[in-house]
């Protein structure tokens, strides 16, 4: 027998749920219809296609395992992904869709299955395998037929209540339309960086809730070793006045090169605000968004990030760029028609620094119409329009066209 005082020093962790690997097993397949149509009405750059254009069928089957008995319980995730070409030709390629051939075509599908081991500790979980974070300074960017993800090493601790701790080691990435691992690329703004890659990305952070969990402060770094590193402070805070919910959304970012600085120097500060108030289906928004130093944001391939001005047609993130939002949202729900949401959105921002000797300019206007069947041989059916006009003055005009149908089974 121990000791009392020893004894009393020695904390008892709790078992992980007897839920069993099998019993605590769930599979989902989704079915993701998408048709994209980008027209470059106004061609600035080296890439003189006019338009982009295709449409694909996606598959994402995803399995979760529960967790084996005991104190230290071990499971395993596994994830499949299919893309199918149902239209597409040589003049109307990079859409994001789908991967393109050495000549140029379109391939007629692309397949990927991944897998994670994982164990978890009282309330800390380590992820070994196919990953996709959702951070600050790597955003889970799923915005095309099939969503990316990367591989390495990450873990997720909650121990202490309103805390979540996360860090992690990434080796390679699988993009949103690749099916093979390749090295991390930067990007500068909306600019690929590809003379250069990085076969490492390491974060560190963690987000606080607190006040009822309606304010939450984070703090994370980011480093795509030896081309940049990155930190970001951050609050959210949600505030019911009377009928209303008030919101506040704030970053800041701070950048630099790292190690042997294989794209060059980067200098990047980037501050974000974004303000809401909510009454009934009512969310009014305006955001304010600002970029500093003699760089754009920089970012992995090709990822969005949360900053509060940007969209997934332009960044407004540009050397020097200043830029404000007006959005509206209307949730359907508050006049009897659940399912049936709407957004529309105007950005304009100026103030770049083009390096061409003019001050560079843009705007953007969102529609976007969602709607999920509620009912019926067809509920949980979604679909999703989209339809975009942006303008600039340094980089081409896009009008842009979304349809996405998407439906999933749970198997299990």
Do not use: C
């Not at 254009?53 to 089957?61: S, T």
């Not at 095309?144 to 979540?164: D, H, N």
């Not at 703090?219 to 081309?227: N, P, S």
């Not at 049936?340 to 620094?353: E, K, M, Q, S």
């Amino acid at each position: 027998m121990l000791p009392a005082g020893l004894a009393a020093g020695i904390v008892q962790l709790p078992a992980v749920a007897a839920e069993g690997f099998i019993e605590g097993s769930s599979a989902t397949l989704q079915a993701r219809n998408y048709y994209f149509s980008r027209d470059f009405s106004d061609i600035v750059g080296p890439n003189r296609q006019s338009k982009a254009e295709e449409w694909a069928q996606g598959f994402i089957l995803t399995f979760k395992s529960g967790y084996t008995p005991g104190p230290v319980g071990f499971g395993v995730d596994a994830i499949g992904l299919l893309g199918l070409k149902l239209d597409s030709s040589p003049d109307r390629v990079n859409t994001g869709l789908l991967p393109v051939k050495d000549d140029g075509r379109a391939a007629d599908e692309y397949s990927r299955l991944g897998a994670t081991l994982k164990a978890r500790l009282s309330n800390t979980e380590l992820k070994i395998g196919e990953l996709q974070p959702n951070l600050p300074v790597l955003t889970f960017s799923d915005i095309r037929l099939l969503p990316p993800s990367y591989q390495g090493v990450g873990i997720t601790s909650a121990e202490i209540a309103g805390l979540t701790l996360q860090g992690g080691h990434l080796t390679s990435t699988s993009l949103r339309n690749e099916a093979g691992d390749e090295k991390m690329l930067a990007m500068l703004g909306h600019l690929p960086q590809r003379q250069a890659d990085s076969d490492a990305f390491n974060y560190a952070g963690g987000d606080y809730a607190f006040n009822g969990n309606r304010t939450t402060l984070s703090a994370w770094y980011g480093q795509l070793e030896d081309i940049y590193e990155q930190g970001f402070l951050g609050l959210k805070h949600s505030q019911p006045v009377g009928d209303w919910v008030l919101g506040a959304n704030l970053g800041y970012y701070t950048a630099k090169e790292d190690g042997d600085a294989l794209i060059g120097d980067i200098d990047n500060r980037a501050f974000f605000s974004l303000l809401s108030a909510r009454h009934g289906g009512h969310t009014f928004y305006v955001g304010y968004q600002g970029i500093y130093g003699d760089d754009a944001f920089p970012r992995v391939f090709a990822n969005v990030s949360p900053l509060g001005n940007e969209v997934p047609t332009f960044e407004f993130a540009s050397a020097d760029e200043r830029s404000w939002q007006v959005r509206y949202d209307y949730d359907f729900a508050a006049v009897g028609i659940p399912g049936l949401t709407t957004t529309l959105r105007y950005i304009t921002g100026d103030n770049v620094d083009t390096g061409l000797g003019y001050e560079g300019k843009d705007r953007e206007r969102d529609l976007d119409i969602g709607y999920v069947v509620q009912s019926g041989s067809l509920k949980g059916l979604g679909v999703k329009v989209r339809n975009v006009v942006a303008r600039s003055n340094y980089r081409s005009d896009i009008d842009e066209n979304r349809l996405i149908f998407s439906y999933t089974w749970n198997l299990f």
